[in-house]
Structure formats: C-alpha cells, structure tokens
C-alpha cells in the first residue's frame, strides 16, 4: 500500500482541512507549491492521528491528490459543452459532482462526503501553472470552507484590509474572510480583522481619495466576486456570510493608480 503524505491548510487556525499525495508521484514542486498556499506538512504520527479521529469531525475535508488516470485524463482534455462558457464547470453526478477545469485538473466531491478527489497532470505544481493550480486549490478551499461561514474573495491582502479584484487580475489568488472569527486566511498567513478593516475596490477614474460604498453597492460588488463555485450557485450560508459582510465591514472605492499589486510568488 502506497503511503501518503498529509497537509493541512493553515495549521495555526485549527481548520480541519487536508490534502493528502503520494510525494513520490510528483516532484518536489508539488510540495513547494503546497507551502505556498499556506499549508503544513503534518508528522507521521499527527497524520495518523488525525486518520484515526477525522470521522468523528463536523464537517472535515480530505482531499486526495493524485496523477490523473488514463480515463480522466481524456475527460479532462476532452471537449464538453459546458467549455462554451469557460475553463471551468461543476456537473452533478450520481449523488456527487464534478468540477473539471479543462486541460488541467477534475475533482470529485460531494458536501455529505469526509474525502473528495482532484485528479491532475505531472505539471500541476509547475511554475508556468501557477495562477491557474492556484485558483483550481482556491475552489476547493471555497467550497470546503464555507460550511465554517468562510467566503473567499478574489484579490490580495493590503493594510487596510483586501483589494477585491476580478478573477484574472488576482491570477488567482484569494482571501478567506472568517468574519466569525475576526481573522483572515492569505498567502500571507493567518491575519486579524481589526475594528477599521475595509473592502475596496479600485477605480480607474478616480484620483487622489477614497469613496465610501453603500452597503448595498458592497453586498453587490461582493456577490460578484466570491469564489464559492457550485452547481445550484452559492449556498445560503455563502450568502448569509457575504450579507453580514457587507453589513459590518467598510467599503470604499480606491483609485487604482495608488495600488501596487503582490510581487510574484513563483
């Protein structure tokens, strides 16, 4: 029996949330890349113990990552027509569902089910790929996370607080609000939501200052940029968290001349 090396995201939150892989499957990339999307690589003895406790955890995630059989691997690169409306698309199946992005990764779960699958290519953790097996991860986490009231967003964490972005402009990267908490999951670790805290979005035309959103321009512009993607669309959970942020965190409208973006992490 092949023996798998475990993961968890973000360890110093205390998230039941895993990625298991057999290292000799993949170059050492993969573990790098891993690292770089904020998850531990756990000792033998905590994974075994973790095994042996995991079912007994609400709403636990494991997802196995593994080389992309022979037959998945057509599917993946196949033509479907849901490719007409992106590179990535979610099909219920048999009790689960799929979520496919093409030419790159399929992952198989279900909301009832401890462990989920993602199926991938030898290139995954490659640098060239970094953007796209980083939002393919960020899907996973999104779903996986919501259960906890965790929403993710597109953008980057600065000092006052995110920069939500378009999907393209991130290059895929996310940040979880866990409003229950106070506390963020970045790439950049663990982070407090202080009482100022604010959401913003960047404005080309404007210059020099901030302007305040209404909490009803915030609820829109944040509906339209979660990252939770599912069959039936966002869970009521997803929509109560993203209510209660749009009612209890700042939102202002930021000249986009002033931002810098994220350095590369590749």
């Known amino acids: 029996m092949t023996k798998k090396t475990y993961f968890q995201f973000h360890k110093e939150a205390q998230l039941p949330i895993y990625i298991s892989l057999n290292t000799q499957e993949f170059d050492a990339s993969m573990v790098e890349f891993l690292f770089k999307l904020k998850f531990t690589k756990m000792s033998e003895d905590d994974a075994e113990a973790m095994l042996k406790n995991v079912k007994n955890v609400k709403n636990a995630r494991i997802l196995h990552l ?20 992106g590179e990535e698309s979610i099909l219920p199946k048999g009790g689960f569902r799929i979520y496919r992005f093409k030419k790159r990764a399929m992952m198989i779960y279900s909301f009832t089910a401890l462990e989920w699958e993602l199926q991938c290519f030898q290139d995954f953790s490659y640098a060239q790929n970094f953007q796209y097996s980083m939002l393919i991860i960020n899907r996973f986490l999104s779903l996986a996370l919501s259960v906890f009231g965790i929403v993710g967003f597109f953008g980057v964490r600065v000092n006052e607080g995110l920069v939500v ?40 035309t ?3 200052r901030n302007v305040q959103m209404s909490q009803e321009e915030l609820l829109s512009f944040l509906n339209a940029h979660h990252t939770f993607l599912d069959y039936p669309g966002p869970t009521v959970p997803v929509m109560q968290a993203i209510a209660s942020i749009a009612k209890k965190v700042r939102g202002v409208i930021h000249p986009e001349e002033s931002f810098r973006p994220r350095v590369e992490l590749h």
């Not at 022979?70 to 849901?82: R, Y």
């Not at 409003?179 to 670790?189: E, Q, S």
């Open 165 to 204: 972005q378009k999907k393209n402009d991130s290059k895929g990267e996310v940040v979880f609000i866990d409003l229950l908490n106070h506390r963020t999951l970045t790439l950049d670790g663990v982070g407090r939501m202080g009482a100022r805290y604010m959401v913003m979005r960047l404005d080309a």
């Open 206 to 208: 404007l210059h020099h």
């Open 66 to 85: 593994s080389e992309a059989s022979l037959n998945v691997a057509k599917t993946i690169d196949g033509f479907m027509p849901s490719d007409a409306y």
